[in-house]
């Protein structure tokens, strides 16, 4: 008798566990519908159809409890969201699949549910040389990548004293790299004016999230957890916690790509030695946002074209045939100051790393070619 009275408790407690909130339901019920009439353009919106809204709002993520409103509570508040989806832990991926492969479909360009992400793939790292020798058109180059550390749910799932262990896990790794990346940690939590000032000097430094990120509850126990680290010679960057967790970048001045480039998989190979990332057979490696999955790789330039500046439809058609992203100087939104893009890699999924970067390469050295002929 008392057993069957302990399994039925035992019973309830797991379906306690596996149920979403009737707060919750409400909250996304309301949402929903605001949404809906709406005349928001986000793919959140073109997406959640009723029949997937109806499916997933009672679903959670087996290891974290992550619920459906985790992943589009930044899209029912913000309306004009491009995307309107964040993943808040790897597990989301598959457990709201429904949603997510449709978004990752449109917005990598036709990665559909039945493809499959390549295997890491570096390519020959010497093939890459210097983009502009004379230093005539490129001003910079940067290649990022974002890694997320197995076993560790994303921002909105993570508690403070995971926080804490994450900082400390990669502190603790980065002081173990050698020659040029060699460098200093500098945690958020406590940082000195002298040291905040240097970092906003260098650009290094990141802030709290907009408001798409504090929607999507990326902020919490800030500045808990986040810190930079950065080499002597200042080419070799890590963003701990801000908005993945760990965003891995390499640049300099200048057009060679060849040395950021294998700045960066030297890197990424020896923090990958000591800690293990999340990645999945089919996306490749996961992060927070969908945008940034696969190789999770952007490869950008600040480049000076003016002749093509002012003829722009020749740059985006340029820009088109080699799948590359042209932003204003300063990223997303903003206006080429004296005809200088922002130019980078639009692919990261359903091709390798180095194909990401070669395709960036390419499409910069036909640019270079067309504005000296202009």
């Not at 928001?40 to 009723?50: A, D, F």
């Not at 020959?124 to 990548?145: F, K, M, Q």
């Not at 990141?206 to 929607?215: P, S, V, Y």
Request: aromatic share 10%; net charge negative; hydrophobic share 35%.
């Amino acid at each position: 008798m008392f057993s069957l009275w302990y399994a039925f408790l035992a019973y309830r407690e797991l379906k306690a566990d596996t149920m979403v909130d009737a707060a919750v339901l409400e909250k996304l019920e309301a949402g929903f519908k605001k949404l809906k009439d709406s005349d928001s353009k986000s793919l959140l919106k073109k997406h959640l159809t009723q029949e997937v809204f109806d499916k997933l709002k009672t679903v959670k993520t087996p290891s974290f409890g992550s619920t459906l409103l985790d992943v589009i509570q930044s899209g029912l508040e913000n309306h004009d969201s491009g995307v309107g989806v964040y993943a808040p832990d790897a597990e989301a991926y598959n457990t709201f699949a429904d949603l997510f492969d449709p978004i990752i479909e449109e917005y990598h360009g036709g990665f559909k549910k039945t493809d499959k992400h390549p295997p890491k793939d570096w390519g020959d790292v010497d093939t890459l040389g210097n983009l502009d020798p004379n230093g005539d058109y490129v001003i910079s180059t940067r290649v990022r990548c974002g890694r997320s550390m197995q076993g560790y749910p994303f921002n909105p799932c993570l508690t403070e004293a995971q926080y804490k262990e994450m900082e400390e896990k990669v502190s603790s790794t980065l002081s173990g790299l050698s020659g040029e990346l060699k460098g200093q940690f500098y945690p958020l939590t406590g940082m000195t004016k002298e040291v905040q000032q240097k970092l906003i000097d260098d650009h290094f430094l990141f802030k709290e999230g907009d408001r798409f990120l504090q929607a999507a509850n990326a902020c919490r126990f800030w500045p808990t957890g986040r810190g930079i680290y950065h080499n002597d010679a200042k080419t070799f960057l890590i963003w701990c916690n801000e908005e993945d967790h760990l965003r891995i970048i390499s640049m300099q001045m200048g057009g060679d790509l060849g040395q950021v480039y294998r700045r960066l998989v030297t890197a990424v190979n020896d923090i990958e030695k000591r800690i293990p990332f999340s990645h999945d057979d089919r996306l490749g490696f996961l992060t927070f946002c969908p945008t940034n999955l696969g190789t999770t790789v952007r490869a950008s330039v600040h480049i000076k074209v003016p002749k093509l500046a002012a003829n722009r439809a020749k740059l985006e058609e340029v820009a088109g045939k080699y799948n590359l992203q042209v932003r204003g100087t300063r990223g997303e939104h903003t206006e080429a100051e004296g005809g200088v893009y922002d130019i980078s890699n639009r692919r990261r999924m359903g091709l390798t790393e180095y194909q990401a970067v070669k395709e960036m390469n390419d499409g910069i050295a036909e640019l270079i070619k067309i504005e000296s002929s202009l």
